[in-house]
């Protein structure tokens, strides 16, 4: 049975996107204290994965400026100088709003990866994929498939660094190839524990996330 405080994987991933879903309508200042939040959290809970995190956002870096660029120069509103008429103050409100989404959003995932075990994450997704066993989807495969992938991310830039005559795309198709195969000849399947199902009053709290975000973001927010 999981710790009282302890949420299962299942509710996690769905508190997750339920933030996602709600983050594009939000405001800026509404935005800084989602990403506040997510930053304390991140370092008050897993302080030694924020070096990850810090790499995710250096490589979104050129999509972030591209968004900022977008909104702030093409954006119709009030100059913010007359030198500069292409360049208006509302661009640059909603390109920083825009970017600040991508963070927010970044900063979520890292912080679910970072507190959730690869296997328990698997977990969470079986137990989501279950009810489409009527339509033929295997959640134990799914889930074996995400595991092999997720376990073969450690060494990933190793092995698509591998033979530096052969093109990139050759390694990563290989790679893909090799998971796929493993997954298909595997005799045991990875070490997933159960961690059953979400107790009943777990399964209230994305409702009642989704239902206050919505409120934030259009009943009159900050």
């Known amino acids: 049975m999981a710790p009282p405080l302890t949420l299962h994987p299942a509710v996690r991933i769905l508190l997750l996107l339920v933030t996602a879903s709600t983050l594009p309508a939000m405001s800026l200042t509404t935005l800084a204290v989602i990403g506040g939040l997510g930053l304390t959290t991140h370092w008050?809970?897993?302080?030694s994965a924020l070096d990850r995190l810090r790499g995710g956002l250096w490589r979104l870096r050129w999509l972030l400026l591209a968004i900022f660029v977008l909104?702030?120069?093409f954006t119709p509103g009030e100059p913010l100088l007359p030198a500069l008429p292409?360049?208006?103050r509302e661009g640059l409100a909603e390109?920083?709003?825009r970017m600040?989404?991508?963070v927010d959003l970044l900063v979520l995932v890292y912080l679910l990866l970072a507190v959730t075990p690869t296997t328990q994450l698997v977990v969470g997704v079986r137990v989501l994929l279950a009810p489409l066993r009527i339509?033929?989807?295997e959640p134990e495969r799914v889930g074996l498939r995400i595991a092999l992938a997720l376990e073969a991310v450690s060494g990933l830039q190793q092995r698509l660094r591998?033979?530096?005559g052969v093109p990139l795309w050759t390694r990563a198709a290989a790679l893909i190839e090799a998971v796929e195969r493993d997954a298909a000849t595997a005799a045991a399947p990875v070490d997933l524990a159960d961690a059953g199902l979400p107790r009943w009053w777990e399964w209230l709290l994305p409702p009642l996330l989704f239902a206050g975000l919505y409120l934030l973001a259009y009943g009159g927010g900050p």
């Not at 008050?44 to 302080?47: E, H, M, P, Q």
């Open 44 to 47: 008050r809970l897993s302080a």
């Open 71 to 73: 909104y702030g120069g």
């Open 86 to 88: 292409g360049l208006s």
């Open 95 to 97: 390109g920083l709003r």
């Open 100 to 102: 600040l989404v991508l």
């Open 135 to 137: 339509l033929g989807v």
């Open 162 to 164: 591998g033979d530096a």
